[in-house]
């Protein structure tokens, strides 16, 4: 099972228009005829553009990337260890980083509560850019 946790505060607490980072820790773990990991954390600058409850988001930043796929040929007994991540853009071994934008929309209840976002958040590394990947996220606000 694939999870996703961040954390999403402003720099300048009075001001929700104002500069902001987001951190967070993802992936996930498997032990079905393979050893499979992965740890995703993603680091991002944005800006929030709004007023009342509705914003658009602006940011960008990268995600770190750590990957390990070890298969046990049970033919030839041989271990095959595998470091490269093949997700839209393969992130060649990691150890690695993949580069994100973010545009797009975010609902933050005014006296704190249940927030939503949908956003554009465009891909890239090394070995290109990708431009159409879509995000959503449900959360709190205090």
Avoid: C
Avoid at 7 to 25: E, P, Q, T, V
Avoid at 39 to 65: C, D, I, R
Avoid at 81 to 98: C, R, S, V
């Amino acid at each position: 099972m694939a999870y996703s946790f961040n954390y999403d505060f402003r720099f300048d607490k009075n001001d929700i228009n104002s500069w902001g980072m987001r951190l967070g820790a993802g992936g996930w773990a498997t032990n079905w005829g393979n050893r499979e990991r992965l740890l995703t954390m993603p680091f991002q600058l944005n800006k929030l553009f709004g007023s009342q409850k509705h914003f658009f988001e602006l940011g960008g930043g990268a995600t770190f990337v750590y990957y390990r796929d070890q298969w046990n040929n049970s033919w030839s007994g041989e271990t095959i260890l595998y470091k490269d991540f093949d997700f839209i853009l393969n992130t060649g071994d990691t150890p690695a980083f993949m580069g994100t934008l973010n545009f797009g929309y975010r609902r933050i209840p005014v006296d704190g509560g249940f927030t939503f976002k949908a956003n554009l958040t465009p891909i890239f590394n090394q070995n290109g850019f990708w431009p159409l990947w879509v995000g959503v996220g449900f959360g709190y606000a205090f």
